[in-house]
């Protein structure tokens, strides 16, 4: 099993932007067939997928509402994802969690992804 460690959440105004990183701990065998992906969920709402990249091939998928403003990463040697989130809105406060799945999983479904981190929260104002 994985242990997964956000970091990098906080407090932004609309227009700004923030880094998130996840660190993935497992071994780089399993890492580099593993999807790494972010979801996030906001009070009330349930969680959604956000972004996802296959370690092995570096293939990437992204939720229609955060295209052209979130680019998700990798540096394998560090084992770590990476989430850059740019011109933020409002509605991107939540909770993001990164979370990892075995093989491609780019359809960022929740349950094929077995290991999940803590949390990083993101709160945008407006």
């Known amino acids: 099993q994985a242990q997964l460690v956000e970091s990098g959440g906080g407090s932004v105004q609309a227009g700004g932007s923030l880094r998130l990183s996840c660190a993935v701990s497992?071994?780089?065998?399993?890492?580099?067939?593993?999807?790494i992906a972010w979801f996030r969920q906001a009070p009330g709402k349930e969680r959604e997928g956000v972004a996802g990249i296959y370690t092995g091939g570096f293939s990437t998928n992204y939720a229609d509402s955060v295209k052209g403003r979130f680019t998700i990463s990798q540096d394998s040697a560090k084992k770590t994802v990476h989430l850059q989130m740019n011109s933020l809105l409002p509605e991107d406060t939540a909770m993001y969690y990164c979370?990892?799945?075995?093989?491609?999983?780019?359809?960022?479904?929740?349950?094929?992804?077995?290991?999940w981190g803590q949390g990083t929260q993101v709160t945008v104002s407006s």
């Open positions: 979370a990892r799945g075995a093989g491609p999983r780019l359809l960022l479904v929740p349950a094929d992804f077995p290991d």
């Open positions: 497992v071994s780089e065998y399993l890492y580099s067939i593993s999807t």
